[in-house]
């Protein structure tokens, strides 16, 4: 069964300073992988997803993610982190037409001015 | 323009209780999607919808929750004799027809559910 793990609860980073939220994933078969953002008292909101044979996606809003397939990581970056960046963070994954998406824990990230 | 609408926003109720909460996806979106996010549990998948039937059913907790798809649109997740356990906020997310797996899905802002 596929599962995502991100390793960290929080992430705290200096506001302009560079920033990045760890996913890694266990699947068989190709992975599908997905970064939402998630704001106090909203929903989700799509960032990017994994393309076959980029290895560094670019999404919305500056983010951008790094595919590793022998490290099987999925991390999520910025080159310069604003305050308004600071949300709570999801990995997911889903494999196979019609199938659920699998999410990570969720990571908090706090990006302080 | 407009996105995943649920509705309520919020609802709070006695143990017991039937509830219903209702979804409205993006148009012309055949997917759609119901997930729960608790504090201790995470975000877990409840049921797939393609069209208006449910070939993914798996995440349903128990035969007291129920959903329905009416004309490839609206949703109702109804949730009947409900205990403390399901206080949650329930997610709602549509997508294009699912012809490619890398096909986003689009959230609703939820609906927050507290049984008293």
């Known amino acids: 069964a596929q599962s995502v793990a991100q390793p960290e609860d929080q992430v705290n980073v200096a506001e302009g300073n560079p920033l990045t939220v760890k996913c890694t994933y266990s699947?068989?078969?190709?992975?599908?992988l997905f970064w939402y953002v998630q704001y106090p008292n909203r929903g989700l909101q799509f960032l990017l997803k994994?393309?076959?044979?980029?290895?560094l996606v670019k999404g919305s809003y500056g983010f951008e993610a790094e595919f590793n397939k022998s490290q099987t990581s999925f991390h999520l970056k910025k080159p310069s982190a604003l305050v308004s960046d600071s949300a709570l963070y999801f990995c997911?994954?889903?494999?196979?037409?019609?199938?659920?998406?699998?999410f990570g824990a969720g990571t908090i990230l706090r990006v302080k001015s | 323009g407009a996105g995943v609408s649920q509705s309520p926003s919020n609802k709070v109720t006695e143990k017991g209780k039937d509830v219903e909460l209702r979804c409205d996806p993006i148009?012309?979106?055949?997917?759609l999607y119901w997930y729960r996010q608790s504090l201790g549990q995470g975000l877990e998948f409840l049921i797939y919808?393609?069209?208006?039937?449910?070939?993914?059913k798996s995440g349903l907790p128990s035969d007291r929750f129920s959903a329905e798809r009416t004309g490839g649109s609206v949703s109702t997740l109804t949730i009947q004799r409900t205990q403390q356990e399901d206080s949650a906020v329930y997610l709602c997310?549509?997508?294009?027809?699912?012809?490619?797996?890398?096909?986003?899905?689009?959230f609703g802002d939820g609906t927050r559910l507290s049984i008293l």
């Open positions: 997310a549509s997508s294009l027809q699912d012809t490619t797996p890398n096909q986003p899905q689009h």
């Open positions: 699947v068989s078969g190709n992975p599908y």
């Open positions: 994994y393309i076959t044979g980029d290895n």
């Open positions: 997911a994954v889903r494999v196979a037409y019609g199938n659920k998406l699998v």
């Open positions: 148009s012309g979106h055949t997917a």
């Open positions: 919808f393609q069209g208006n039937s449910a070939p993914d």
